[in-house]
Structures are given as C-alpha cells and as structure tokens.
C-alpha cells in the first residue's frame, strides 16, 4: 500500500519512519481557498503523502493569480481552481485522494464539508470566510491552522488544540470582532509579495504535518507573526479569555449567522446630503442624533438628541423615535453610530448618516 | 521615566513608522498617547502584546519592555 520509495527521504528521518508516513496515508486535511496561501499547502500536503485532501474554493484562475498561486498557468486562466489543482497535485502523488468542492462555503454547506475531515487549513482571503471557518472548527473542535497575509507580513496560529491545561483558542480569541471592511486591505487592495503566501502557507503545511505525526512543538494557543522586510519573526500567546458577547455556540446559531453582515459587508448605510437635511429633519416621526462628544461645537438649530458614539452602544432605549439622522462633524462618527443602529434596532427604523456632517451643513448654509 | 519600545504591523506600520517609543506607565496611557498623536488609531480593531504576551486588560509596563499592536489580516 505505502510507496516506501517515494517518500524515503523522509521515512529515514529520525524520528519519523512507517510510522509516521502511516498516520499522513490515514489524515484527512481540508484546504479552504486554493489561492496564495492554498497552493503551496496543497503541493507539500500532497507531496508528502497526506492520504485524502479536501479542496474547497469557488474561484477561476486569473492573470493576476500567476504572480503567487503556483500550481497554476497562463493555461488555466479561466478554469476552476479546484478542477485544475486537483489535476496537477494528483500528476504530482497519484497515491492520494483529493476531493474538490467547488462551492462557496456558507453557513448551510460549512458543517457538511469541515465533518469529513481531522483538519483544516485556513487559506481563505476575506474576513467573512475567516469568522465563518473559526466559529464552525470552534464549534465542532476541529483543529484549525490559520494562515493570513498582508504585503510583506504573515500571521500563522493553530487552533482548537487543548494545551496541558486543557485550555483551547480560537480565531475569536485573537481578534474577537471583525474589523469595519474600510480597516483592513487584501492583497487586491494593498498588493502582496509573491513569496510571501509561500512561505506562509508552507508554515501552515508543516504545522499540519507535525500535527498529524505529532513531531515537535506546534503553534497551539500562538501567534506567529512573519515579516519579510526586516526578516523578523515572533510568537506571541494568545489569551484563554474569549471576549465577544454573542458567539455562535451551537450549530444551530451558526448556521443562522451571516457572516458578510457580520463583518459589515453587503449592509450599507444611508446617507443624507447637506441639501436634503433640513428637509428630512423636519418629517413626522424623525429625531436627529449628535454622536459628537458633548463639547464640540458648532451645535444645530433643529432639536436633537445628543449622545456620543461611545455611549451609544448602551443608550439604543432612549431612541424612541422611528426615523433617525445621525449626525457629527464630518460624518465619519455618524456612518459608524448609523451601522451600530442599524445592528442594534430592528427593521422598522430607517436609519441614515449626514454626508460630510455639520461641517459641511454650515459651509452649504452660508454659501 | 518608563521608556517602550513600540512594533507595529500591517497598517499600523504606516500610520505610526515601524519602530516608535514612547513613555507610559501602563498599556491603556500608551494608546491614548497614541491616539491623541495619530488620530487614525482610534477606530481600528487591534491587539496589543506586551513582551510577547498579548493581553486583553490594562497591563502595567516596566522600563524597556516590548510592545506589539497587531492588526487583523485577511489576505491569502
């Protein structure tokens, strides 16, 4: 069964044998996203003998791909990821098997897939994906190896692993919310180095295979931080405290979270121009919200509420009004407080932000 | 005077430069310095480790001691 020849040079490692080429033959690990990160985990996961690999990714190869994701040609520009990945990694071991899915995973499929396998490796390239993976490896004591990039840096953590003391992270424990979508760049946005995923989703490959095998110390509870510009490395220790006040615990809350909302993606807020404002303000049912601090000036003519965006997370029972403008200086305060509302108040209330804020109220008033 | 050494990552890098030090006694006084200096830093969701260990409350800080803020990323 087992091709003592093909994996040789790593059966003569000490410390490694038939015995641990044996338990990669039995391992099953779950790739999530063949991009930067997926490819080189997918070639040395395959290559090494990994006996079934899971391939989940909805993505077609582009141009722009080529530059990092290197299971990949000028060929298959067009193609699915996990169709032509799966051609090249079994040319490559055809001892293994790979299955594809080709679907976006979602709170209805994510249970189904994760189930089937003993590990899964984190290359997705989107904070919806990344929340929606952690909650439902947490959920279902899956072992995650998180892999994420940013132009010369990489983060790599292993998750759901109880040290000593029993003690297991997660994803939520490292950064329990989501950013705001306009936080954080992808690599789309902000670029990446080619070699970066490389050696990024390699480290996550190795974890896995040191997981598997049980060779060596692994990033459990850790944080590794890579940086390739000053050639620095860290490993940070996550704290056990899970700070986030309404986690999916079960299976059954997850699946009815939506990750895109979650991460304030695919909701976005009504705003209201200088022009229109006076207008608005003025119809029936309407109250006007200042999230300003207390003391900024200049102050509005019109009646308003004034409660400062940090207070008013715990201040929604004061609004009893259904139609609400906020309001603050520029309208960068008053779009995030508008969102807060809207998480926070059900759907009868028609909640917007004043564009360019009472800065430019006063400016369009004296022109 | 309680000199820290400051690292920062991903955007954070190119809103404060990459190695900034600061005085502060205590973690919370060290961002409030920073966000008084670089207003950006208030809204963005970050981590914070003192010598290597990341924490989740108000630390007490020593002479010399180490200080990450981290961001999350998303790219893969």
Same mark, same amino acid.
């Given at each position: 069964?087992?091709?003592?020849?093909?994996?040789?040079?790593?059966?003569?490692?000490?410390?490694?044998?038939?015995?641990?080429?044996?338990?990669?033959?039995?391992?099953?690990?779950?790739?999530?996203?063949?991009?930067?990160?997926?490819?080189?985990?997918?070639?040395?996961?395959?290559?090494?003998?990994?006996?079934?690999?899971?391939?989940?990714?909805?993505?077609?190869?582009?141009?722009?791909?080529?530059?990092?994701? /290197?299971?990949?040609?000028?060929?298959?520009?067009?193609?699915?990821?996990?169709? /032509?990945?799966?051609?090249?990694?079994?040319?490559?071991?055809?001892?293994?098997?790979?299955?594809?899915?080709?679907?976006?995973?979602?709170?209805?499929? +994510?249970?189904?897939?994760?189930?089937?396998?003993?590990?899964?490796?984190?290359?997705?390239?989107?904070?919806?994906?990344?929340?929606?993976?952690?909650? +439902?490896?947490?959920?279902?004591?899956?072992?995650? #190896?998180?892999?994420?990039?940013?132009?010369?840096?990489?983060?790599?953590?292993?998750?759901?692993?109880?040290?000593?003391?029993?003690?297991?992270?997660?994803?939520?424990?490292?950064?329990?919310?989501?950013?705001?979508?306009?936080?954080?760049?992808?690599?789309?946005?902000?670029?990446?180095?080619?070699?970066?995923?490389? #050696?990024?989703?390699?480290?996550?490959?190795?974890? +896995?295979?040191?997981?598997?095998?049980?060779?060596?110390?692994?990033?459990?509870?850790?944080?590794?931080?890579?940086?390739?510009?000053?050639?620095?490395?860290?490993?940070?220790?996550?704290?056990?405290?899970?700070?986030?006040?309404?986690?999916?615990?079960?299976?059954?809350?997850?699946?009815?979270?939506?990750?895109?909302?979650?991460?304030? #993606?695919?909701?976005? /807020?009504?705003?209201?121009?200088?022009?229109?404002?006076?207008?608005?303000?003025?119809?029936?049912?309407?109250?006007? #919200?200042?999230?300003?601090?207390?003391?900024?000036?200049?102050?509005?003519?019109?009646?308003?509420?004034?409660?400062?965006?940090?207070?008013?997370?715990?201040?929604?029972?004061?609004?009893?009004?259904?139609?609400?403008?906020?309001?603050?200086?520029?309208?960068?305060?008053?779009?995030?407080?508008?969102?807060?509302?809207?998480?926070?108040?059900?759907?009868?209330?028609?909640?917007?932000?004043?564009?360019?804020?009472?800065?430019?109220?006063?400016?369009?008033?004296?022109? | 005077?309680?000199?820290?050494?400051?690292?920062?990552?991903?955007?954070?890098?190119?809103?404060?430069?990459?190695?900034?030090?600061?005085?502060?006694?205590?973690?919370?006084?060290?961002?409030?310095?920073?966000?008084?200096?670089?207003?950006?830093?208030?809204?963005?969701?970050?981590?914070?480790?003192?010598?290597?260990?990341?924490?989740?409350?108000?630390?007490?800080?020593?002479?010399?001691?180490?200080?990450?803020?981290?961001?999350?990323?998303?790219?893969?």
């Amino acid at each position: 069964m087992l091709d003592k020849n093909r994996y040789d040079r790593q059966i003569k490692l000490r410390g490694f044998g038939i015995e641990a080429q044996q338990k990669l033959l039995s391992a099953h690990v779950l790739v999530i996203g063949a991009g930067g990160l997926g490819c080189p985990a997918l070639q040395y996961l395959a290559a090494s003998g990994v006996g079934t690999i899971g391939i989940a990714d909805d993505d077609k190869v582009s141009l722009s791909n080529l530059q990092r994701q /290197v299971l990949y040609t000028a060929e298959d520009i067009g193609k699915l990821k996990t169709k /032509v990945a799966c051609k090249r990694l079994s040319l490559m071991n055809p001892d293994i098997s790979i299955n594809i899915i080709s679907e976006k995973i979602t709170t209805k499929n +994510a249970v189904a897939i994760i189930s089937d396998y003993d590990l899964i490796l984190d290359c997705s390239d989107n904070f919806p994906t990344r929340y929606l993976i952690d909650d +439902a490896c947490r959920i279902l004591k899956k072992t995650l #190896i998180f892999g994420a990039i940013y132009q010369y840096e990489g983060q790599v953590a292993v998750f759901n692993i109880p040290d000593k003391e029993g003690t297991t992270t997660s994803y939520r424990n490292l950064f329990p919310e989501p950013p705001r979508p306009d936080e954080v760049s992808d690599c789309n946005e902000a670029g990446v180095l080619g070699v970066l995923p490389g #050696i990024i989703g390699t480290w996550q490959a190795t974890e +896995a295979l040191k997981i598997i095998t049980g060779l060596g110390h692994t990033l459990a509870n850790k944080l590794m931080t890579i940086d390739l510009l000053d050639n620095q490395t860290a490993i940070y220790d996550i704290p056990a405290d899970l700070q986030h006040p309404n986690l999916p615990l079960t299976i059954e809350d997850f699946e009815l979270m939506n990750y895109e909302e979650h991460c304030g #993606i695919g909701r976005t /807020v009504n705003t209201i121009s200088s022009s229109e404002f006076s207008e608005l303000a003025k119809a029936p049912d309407t109250m006007i #919200i200042d999230v300003r601090n207390l003391d900024e000036l200049p102050k509005i003519d019109l009646p308003y509420l004034a409660i400062p965006l940090s207070e008013l997370n715990g201040n929604f029972s004061k609004i009893q009004h259904k139609n609400i403008i906020v309001i603050c200086q520029s309208g960068k305060r008053s779009e995030i407080g508008a969102k807060l509302l809207q998480e926070n108040l059900g759907s009868e209330y028609t909640i917007s932000s004043l564009e360019g804020g009472i800065n430019q109220l006063k400016k369009s008033e004296n022109e | 005077m309680t000199n820290i050494k400051i690292i920062t990552f991903g955007r954070l890098k190119e809103i404060l430069g990459s190695d900034v030090e600061l005085q502060a006694e205590t973690t919370d006084e060290l961002l409030n310095k920073i966000i008084s200096d670089f207003p950006l830093m208030k809204d963005l969701k970050l981590r914070i480790a003192v010598n290597q260990k990341i924490i989740s409350d108000n630390t007490k800080l020593n002479n010399n001691d180490l200080v990450a803020l981290m961001p999350p990323y998303s790219g893969g």
